[in-house]
């Protein structure tokens, strides 16, 4: 006889469960279609029709296989390790038991699924389960429940014993856990009555390829042949209601273990541009700028909202929440759902069409409150303080399983108090005043754009147009008294190596990422557009510069407005030219370095090894690294135009606790390779009376000095 078993064997109208699974999959498809109708509560987004269709679904497998099979964020482990052999200490020592614990329940209930649906396949279309095949489906899905069953154990230990403060435990976390728990221990009680009553007795051969189900057929066997089948009825017909229930009541409360189908949603319709670009507002279109409603916010951005699943990675990582400042990710993502479930409904029933009419768009403005003293968004809902917080450094973003934006969701409020509401912290206005006064921010500044050059013999474009690339030294690099020493050190090693350069000097002004992250895109707007005006006429194709910030607008973000040069990191050029042998390290600097990732060159942009090669090759240096580097790098706190803004007294100085982890690592040296992480580790080391013992040095001024003879 071949190995097989009967659908539905011992179950008298057992068809029926087809009938209830009906309606629970149109219950499913009505709630989706619900949910879907609220998302689109928002301004439009062309993420549906952008015209990217093979290279987003070819980036959503990738994704799915990486971050949904693999589970590669969920265990700590990102982007950046792809480059490089994963090591044991890449995996995050917190992330390593939630991972185990997700990847078990997620692969276990996938395996448990998927034998659900070839049952069905072979019940009524194709009858292939059966011989060897059959075996294999049966091992498959004993250990596919043992996954799942282990891994909610294990979520269920985290969440009620261990109670890590970034979890906060909801009702509907324990019911979704335990709904999983009851099916799959059912669904194994059902299968060890079916095999005490069938195949114990015909075919015992067969049953050790259930593991679990012959466990508990031993257990049963001592039982009536009655009693068994009766028993195996009572069992299936309660593990079918339970299942039906509880997808009957998933489907009616949209509870969390929606995010299997919101989240890989989420995942397809992610960014796919350049990490951290902001996207540019049509000033001369626009009726309203940036974000004051619930409904201002684009779809794609209230389907994050319902993509979230409250993990708390990203507060985990986020250098406001660590350092006790008045901003939670996590906090901000879940305020604005909360915002969003209130208003939706109403703003719904105020675009139903009347009879046999058309459908209306929601409503501009959000109908009237229901209730009296609701809080407004902005300054309500989500804290002025919350707001200005945010150092957009890309954390949070980073560790997202499912790929949420909160960062953008900021930047579009700040748009809202700058440019409607003229609310702006003191100290960032004058620097955005500075900015359009003078094209820089820095106020107060007795330099030039000429000064940090004088007695080099560096020659504008205004006089020799004829150079092989442009040096964009930026605002801080030419203005701050401290980082115009980088700007020398650039330039020295450039004419060191032969290279044809230039600088604008007075032509150049400030790139307008302060403007811009401040929430002023109509001053950045008009910052960008004039500088491209100046290439132009210059005719500039390629650009190095030693900012991240600048490096990061003039390549991802100067595009927008019809600016496209090739823009080179001085860490990258510098590296080519070590390679190419034109700049050549012998001063042995004996010294102890640790290297601090800019955020803009690194979560932005990837750039972690060619500034920790350059240390390679310098001899005497010994490179140690900080706990947080790399992608999980911690912020200078400078970005986001917080080097201008005066950081509140609430929590710890982020400078100051950054500067606190590289001493920790007994560096006497902090490497960087960006203007402002420069200047807040400068003002770090003074907090910390540590002038005398340590040192901040950009990169190439460490290679300007290997590479200089030794003073007699």
């Known amino acids: 006889m071949e190995p097989s078993r009967e659908i539905l064997w011992n179950i008298p109208l057992g068809e029926l469960v087809y009938l209830f699974g009906a309606v629970v999959v149109a219950l499913l498809v009505y709630t989706g279609y619900r949910r879907y109708r609220m998302w689109r509560i928002g301004k439009p987004d062309p993420r549906l029709t952008g015209g990217d269709l093979s290279r987003r679904l070819k980036a959503f497998l990738t994704a799915?296989?990486?971050?949904?099979?693999?589970?590669?964020?969920?265990?700590?482990?990102?982007?950046?390790?792809?480059?490089?052999?994963?090591?044991?200490?890449?995996?995050?020592?917190?992330?390593?038991?939630?991972?185990?614990?997700?990847?078990?329940?997620?692969?276990?209930?996938?395996?448990?699924?998927?034998?659900?649906?070839?049952?069905?396949?072979?019940?009524?279309?194709?009858?292939?389960?059966?011989?060897?095949?059959?075996?294999?489906?049966?091992?498959?899905?004993?250990?596919?429940?043992v996954m799942a069953i282990v891994g909610v154990l294990m979520a269920i230990f985290r969440r009620y014993v261990q109670k890590p403060s970034r979890l906060d435990n909801k009702t509907e976390d324990l019911v979704a856990l335990l709904a999983i728990l009851i099916i799959v221990v059912t669904g194994f009680i059902v299968e060890g009555y079916r095999i005490a009553a069938a195949e114990l007795r015909q075919n015992p051969t067969w049953a050790p390829w259930s593991p679990?189900?012959?466990?508990?057929?031993?257990?049963?066997?001592?039982?009536?042949?009655?009693?068994?089948?009766?028993?195996?009825?009572?069992?299936?017909?309660?593990?079918?209601?339970i299942s039906m229930g509880g997808m009957a009541y998933i489907a009616l409360n949209f509870n969390r273990l929606w995010h299997i189908v919101v989240d890989p949603w989420n995942v397809y319709l992610r960014n796919l541009g350049p990490r951290g670009a902001i996207a540019p507002i049509d000033l001369e279109k626009a009726e309203s700028f940036g974000v004051s409603k619930i409904q201002d916010l684009t779809w794609k951005h209230i389907l994050d909202l319902d993509a979230c699943t409250r993990c708390g990675r990203c507060q985990d990582n986020c250098p406001a929440k660590l350092s006790d400042k008045p901003l939670n990710p996590?906090?901000?993502?879940?305020?604005?759902?909360?915002?969003?479930?209130?208003?939706?409904?109403?703003?719904?029933?105020?675009?139903?069409?009347?009879?046999?009419?058309?459908?209306?768009?929601?409503?501009?403005?959000?109908?009237?409150?229901?209730?009296?003293?609701?809080?407004?968004?902005?300054?309500?809902?989500?804290?002025?303080?919350?707001?200005?917080?945010?150092?957009?450094?890309?954390?949070?973003?980073?560790?997202?399983?499912?790929?949420?934006?909160?960062?953008?969701?900021?930047?579009?409020?700040?748009?809202?108090?700058?440019?409607?509401?003229?609310?702006?912290?003191?100290?960032?206005?004058?620097?955005?005043?500075?900015?359009?006064?003078?094209?820089?921010?820095?106020?107060?500044?007795?330099?030039?754009?000429?000064?940090?050059?004088?007695?080099?013999?560096?020659?504008?474009?205004?006089?020799?147009?004829n150079v092989d690339i442009l040096y964009w030294v930026g605002c801080t690099s030419a203005l701050e008294d401290r980082s115009t020493k980088v700007s020398r050190a650039i330039a020295g090693l450039l004419k060191a190596a032969g290279v044809k350069f230039g600088i604008l000097c007075t032509d150049e002004s400030c790139c307008g990422d302060p403007a811009r992250r401040l929430g002023n895109e109509y001053l950045y707007q008009m910052q960008a557009q004039k500088n491209i005006e100046v290439m132009k006429t210059y005719n500039v194709k390629r650009i190095v510069?030693?900012?991240?910030?600048?490096?990061?607008?003039?390549?991802?973000?100067?595009?927008?407005?019809?600016?496209?040069?090739?823009?080179?990191?001085?860490?990258?050029?510098?590296?080519?030219?070590?390679?190419?042998?034109?700049?050549?390290?012998?001063?042995a600097l004996n010294a102890v370095v640790t290297y601090h990732d800019s955020c803009y060159i690194g979560r932005y942009n990837n750039i972690y090894d060619t500034p920790r090669q350059i240390l390679s090759k310098l001899p005497g240096i010994r490179l140690v690294e900080m706990k947080r580097n790399r992608e999980r790098g911690f912020c200078c706190g400078a970005g986001g135009g917080h080097l201008w803004l005066e950081e509140q007294k609430k929590g710890e100085r982020i400078n100051v606790m950054r500067t606190d982890q590289a001493i920790t690592t007994g560096a006497r040296i902090i490497a960087t390779a960006c203007p402002y992480c420069l200047q807040m580790f400068e003002d770090g080391l003074r907090t910390r009376e540590a002038q005398e013992t340590h040192r901040t040095a950009d990169i190439a001024e460490l290679l300007l000095e290997s590479t200089q003879p030794e003073k007699q």
Not at 213 to 228: D, E, P, T
């Open 330 to 465: 996590k906090k901000v993502i879940q305020d604005l759902k909360a915002e969003w479930l209130r208003q939706a409904p109403r703003l719904l029933k105020a675009s139903k069409p009347a009879a046999g009419g058309e459908q209306k768009d929601p409503p501009a403005e959000a109908p009237p409150p229901e209730t009296a003293g609701a809080k407004p968004m902005l300054g309500g809902v989500i804290l002025e303080d919350e707001i200005w917080n945010c150092t957009t450094c890309f954390a949070c973003h980073e560790v997202c399983p499912v790929s949420i934006e909160p960062m953008a969701k900021l930047i579009e409020m700040r748009r809202n108090l700058v440019l409607e509401q003229a609310s702006i912290p003191e100290t960032g206005e004058g620097a955005l005043r500075s900015i359009e006064d003078r094209g820089h921010p820095w106020r107060g500044t007795m330099l030039t754009r000429e000064s940090w050059c004088e007695g080099m013999g560096i020659k504008p474009l205004s006089e020799d147009p």
């Open 212 to 241: 679990v189900g012959y466990g508990l057929a031993i257990a049963f066997s001592g039982m009536s042949q009655g009693v068994l089948e009766a028993s195996h009825r009572i069992w299936w017909w309660l593990h079918m209601l």
């Open 64 to 145: 799915m296989v990486v971050d949904g099979v693999i589970h590669r964020k969920f265990f700590g482990i990102l982007d950046n390790l792809s480059h490089r052999p994963v090591k044991a200490s890449d995996f995050i020592a917190k992330e390593l038991y939630p991972g185990i614990a997700h990847f078990l329940m997620f692969v276990g209930c996938f395996i448990l699924l998927a034998g659900t649906a070839t049952d069905v396949v072979s019940h009524f279309i194709i009858d292939f389960l059966r011989g060897g095949v059959y075996f294999g489906h049966s091992l498959a899905t004993d250990i596919g429940g």
């Open 545 to 587: 510069t030693g900012c991240a910030h600048c490096y990061n607008t003039l390549k991802y973000e100067y595009p927008q407005f019809g600016g496209n040069y090739e823009v080179v990191h001085h860490t990258d050029f510098i590296m080519q030219l070590l390679k190419e042998g034109k700049l050549k390290p012998g001063k």
